[in-house]
């Protein structure tokens, strides 16, 4: 009789328990819709999630770009930080990387060329004399293939791409992932690559999205408050190419050390100033000591009391205080984004190390998986 009891109980509660369960699962999913067209005729998709805190985050699965950020302010009221475009259109004719995944090579390569195993290979420059971001048609440019890995605390989109072998010059058919995770509970949005290869290659991944913490594209970014975990920079040549040197930031505008407004020294009559027309430099991050995640970035905005900090895996860090934004991109509700409206922290390896021996590796080979991980978190200051 028990035992008939507890069967017929058993029935009765598991589907309640199941369809719970389901609910919950299906509240965690990330919503999604189509973005738009591309112009030759793909459907692009627009991901959000979003987190109990009211943190919630738009990616697109054209460039497998971060095309919307919103968080709090210190009195809860939720804003975009992040400059974009309102519709794919702007994506496309993008010049500026908004919110991209960049690849095959993040930042420069001097001459667009490298040598790699004694073969000499040549990549588009579309930057003066080097090649920028992966040249004409970079990742920011591809399309993606996205999956919702949604977990009942996490949501976890899962974004791949695989470029061919010789795509804008490089060697080997690299499968790329790229995974964006806000969890439930706390506010931080982690951004994890991985990478592997059929042939000797080189890659730096990154993400170039655009910060104001203000929430309001309209004002510059010169009254937030940089701290960056880091003793020295690669200073570079008129072109922004690394000269190979590691020159500390001691007494120089590149001292981040302590929190500084960074309008503080970008004006200084400094020649690297001048060869970035403001900060467009790479920072050498100090090391974690167990190579894991370490953090590299704190951003403080007094108006809003947001916070970003920064963390990343990578050994490097390109801040960009937004310098060639000259208020002819029309981006998110008509806005023309006016010169250091936004700034960037690239967390990446160096620039130019394919022909840099002494940098940190940027190669990839067979058998090898390349991962990264890079971590936003959000918070507020009173
Ligand atoms: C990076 C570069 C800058 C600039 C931007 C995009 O941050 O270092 O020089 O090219 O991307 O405009």
Redesign the pocket.
């Given at each position: 009789m028990i035992r008939l009891c507890a069967i017929v109980l058993a029935f009765l509660v598991f589907p309640v328990l199941s369809t719970s369960f389901n609910a919950k699962c299906a509240e965690h999913k990330i919503r999604v819709t189509e973005f738009g067209k591309t112009k030759e005729g793909k459907a692009v998709y627009r991901y959000v999630l979003n987190n109990k805190n009211g943190v919630e985050a738009v990616v697109i699965t054209f460039g497998a770009a971060l095309v919307s950020l919103r968080t709090p302010d210190r009195n809860g009221k939720t804003e975009d930080i992040v400059l974009g475009y309102d519709s794919l259109d702007g994506y496309e004719q993008d010049k500026?990387?908004f919110g991209a995944t960049i690849g095959r090579y993040g930042?420069r390569i001097a001459g667009g060329q490298f040598t790699l195993d004694g073969i000499v290979f040549h990549l588009p420059k579309n930057?003066g004399p080097n090649c920028?971001?992966g040249g004409t048609t970079g990742f920011n440019k591809r399309l993606w293939t996205g999956v919702d890995r949604s977990r009942a605390d996490v949501q976890v989109l899962e974004l791949t791409y695989a470029s061919q072998d010789g795509e804008e010059g490089f060697p080997g058919t690299l499968k790329v992932q790229v995974t964006y995770t806000l969890p439930a509970e706390s506010n931080e949005l982690r951004i994890e690559y991985s990478a592997t290869t059929d042939k000797d290659t080189v890659l730096n991944l990154t993400n170039?999205s655009y910060f104001n913490l203000s929430g309001k594209t309209s004002q510059e970014i010169l009254g937030h408050q940089l701290l960056l975990h880091a003793r020295q920079f690669t200073p570079v040549d008129s072109t922004?190419i690394p000269i190979g040197e590691l020159r500390t930031v001691e007494g120089t505008p590149f001292d981040f050390g302590k929190s500084t407004l960074i309008g503080a020294r970008i004006n200084q009559d400094n020649e690297q100033l001048k060869y970035g027309r403001g900060y467009?430099h790479n920072w050498v991050l100090e090391k974690s000591e167990n190579g894991g995640l370490q953090l590299a970035a704190e951003v403080f905005e007094p108006t809003s009391g947001r916070v970003l900090e920064v963390l990343t895996t990578e050994p490097g860090i390109?801040f960009?205080s937004g310098n060639?934004l000259d208020g002819t991109v029309r981006g998110k509700g008509g806005q023309l984004y006016a010169r250091r409206t936004g700034f960037?922290l690239?967390t990446q390896h160096f620039p130019d190390s394919p022909n840099h021996p002494t940098f940190p590796s940027t190669v990839l080979k067979p058998g090898q998986t390349f991962r990264s991980e890079t971590v936003l978190r959000f918070s507020i200051r009173k």
């Open positions: 500026s990387y930042n930057d920028l971001h170039h922004l467009d390109q960009y060639f960037c690239e």
